[in-house]
């Protein structure tokens, strides 16, 4: 059996893409099987995740996401928009939008241009209770996290997936000269970050 496939990335992330397939159907068990054996770095493709496209001319393009451990996702941004990349270069849209079939629902991409789209990526939520967060900033519900001394408010926000939120103070006017944040070399604040992401990632 021979599966064709692309792998595109977006960031850092990368993913694996298999379109259509003329001789038979991609199924559920099949495409964990083949998430799990060629998202291993080193040892094959390698990639974050895959997605699998079903296009059916009455309606709107499907997208099926897997991790690299061949779990079924229900939506994953960077996921989303690699597919609308694979949608709009093989004309699979006439408008200033593209519309896409997930799990949970119908995804909506604003075409900008050519290289760019957008995305809604829907209400900040609280990724343990699922309801909306407050914007006021008394009210964060998070945890802190300490940094040269300092201590910093952070908590995890769900989109279409989980997301840390760093709420920093204002710097000095030292720090805002050469160009940290509260004298935090930015790459500090992506580790630590990175950290609270991790931890706040349970699985099912």
Excluded: H, W
Excluded at 37 to 44: E, H, V
Excluded at 50 to 62: G, H, T
């Amino acid at each position: 059996m021979e599966v064709s496939f692309y792998k595109i990335r977006l960031f850092r992330n990368d993913f694996i893409l298999i379109p259509p397939q003329r001789e038979f159907e991609i199924r559920d068990e099949l495409a964990s099987q083949l998430s799990r054996n060629l998202c291993r770095r080193r040892i094959a493709v390698g990639a974050t995740g895959l997605i699998v496209v079903d296009i059916e001319s009455s309606q709107a393009p499907r997208i099926r996401i897997f991790d690299r451990t061949g779990r079924k996702v229900s939506r994953l941004l960077d996921a989303l928009l690699c597919a609308g990349r694979y949608l709009f270069d093989s004309g699979r849209t006439d408008g200033r939008t593209l519309e896409i079939s997930t799990d949970i629902g119908i995804a909506e991409l604003l075409i900008v241009d050519s290289q760019q789209f957008e995305a809604d990526v829907g209400t900040p939520t609280d990724p343990e209770s699922g309801g909306a967060i407050d914007p006021s900033p008394t009210t964060y519900s998070g945890t802190n996290i300490v940094i040269e001394g300092r201590r910093y408010a952070a908590t995890a926000v769900g989109l279409s997936a989980t997301f840390p939120a760093l709420v920093q103070r204002q710097g000095t006017r030292r720090d805002r000269r050469e160009g940290t944040a509260s004298g935090i070399r930015q790459a500090d604040i992506a580790r630590r970050t990175a950290s609270l992401l991790v931890a706040a990632e349970r699985p099912d």
